[in-house]
């Protein structure tokens, strides 16, 4: 298994020397919450200075002190604060952040990276080959299920839980979910090729 001390001195970093230059460490994303696949990226906040780094297995985010307290009621602040856990420093930080409130924003931000996310879609859609676009759609599912969550105040959580989630009996409807966001009547057409009882790999979503 891929550890977090391997795919961080991918980078030209360590552990111990990210650990001396910041205030907190937390570990969050579904290794936190002890969902992980053997293969799933590793999830870290860096409090202090730097550049946040996305590659593949680690998100290295970093938020400088000065920033945090703007911060700390975005959806992924509010995530952390939930399914975090400090690994090096003060768990005041971790603290703070499970204390915090979902902004009004955060809601409003969410809901226009969707309606991108659906103009990009809709736009290529007929010249994504099959397995794209159950990648799409999956990601598209998953953001509609984050969206639900931040409009009722309530932190997302790790991708895990809201793929059990989807794939139970009593999980809510694509349509369902459509319509929390506003979006029922401009995601038509994706409603119409998505066939929820296909739930992984490349059956998720449209094949048609």
Request: proline share 3%.
């Amino acid at each position: 298994m891929t550890t977090l001390e391997f795919v961080v001195e991918r980078l030209g970093l360590s552990l111990s020397s990210l650990a001396r230059q910041s205030d907190a460490l937390i570990l969050f994303g579904s290794r936190a919450a002890e969902m992980a696949r053997s293969d799933s990226d590793w999830d870290l906040l860096v409090i202090g200075a730097g550049q946040t780094r996305v590659s593949v297995g680690l998100d290295l985010i970093f938020v400088a002190p000065s920033r945090f307290e703007h911060w700390r009621c975005s959806e992924l602040a509010t995530h952390v604060g939930r399914w975090g856990r400090t690994i090096h420093g003060s768990e005041t930080w971790l603290n703070s952040l499970a204390a915090a409130n979902i902004s009004h924003a955060a809601v409003k931000g969410k809901r226009r990276r969707l309606l991108a996310q659906l103009s990009a879609d809709e736009r290529y859609w007929s010249r994504l080959p099959l397995w794209a676009r159950a990648e799409r759609a999956r990601k598209f599912r998953r953001d509609l299920q984050r969206f639900e969550r931040l409009d009722r105040g309530v932190p997302v959580p790790p991708s895990a839980v809201l793929d059990l989630e989807w794939s139970s009996p009593n999980g809510t409807s694509f349509r369902a979910l459509l319509e929390r966001a506003g979006l029922r009547e401009r995601a038509r057409w994706m409603e119409v090729a998505y066939n929820r009882r296909s739930l992984h790999g490349v059956t998720e979503g449209s094949v048609m």
